[in-house]
């Protein structure tokens, strides 16, 4: 039988930004991210990520996911 949607997703890290690395490349976008996660900013949306590849957008973007589901269960 075929998985749901919903068992394939693993549940939020108790810490969404633990093991992201803070550098000058990607800092503004974390500062605008958890801003965007935690409601303080909703002028923020949409936001859009750009950069070359190797940056960390995709675990930028993976944070944000993780907190707002931490912050907006169900």
Same mark, same amino acid.
């Given at each position: 039988?075929?998985?749901?949607?919903?068992?394939?997703?693993?549940?939020?890290?108790?810490?969404?930004?633990? !093991?992201?690395?803070?550098?000058?490349?990607?800092?503004?976008?974390?500062?605008?991210?958890?801003?965007?996660?935690?409601?303080?900013?909703? !002028?923020?949306?949409?936001?859009?990520?750009?950069?070359?590849?190797?940056?960390?957008?995709?675990?930028?973007?993976?944070?944000?996911?993780?907190?707002?589901?931490?912050?907006?269960?169900?």
């Amino acid at each position: 039988a075929m998985e749901s949607e919903h068992e394939t997703i693993p549940p939020p890290p108790a810490h969404p930004w633990d !093991g992201l690395v803070i550098a000058p490349e990607n800092a503004l976008a974390h500062a605008g991210l958890a801003a965007l996660a935690r409601g303080d900013e909703p !002028g923020l949306s949409p936001l859009v990520v750009h950069g070359p590849s190797g940056v960390g957008k995709s675990r930028l973007l993976a944070g944000l996911v993780a907190e707002w589901l931490t912050r907006h269960p169900g």
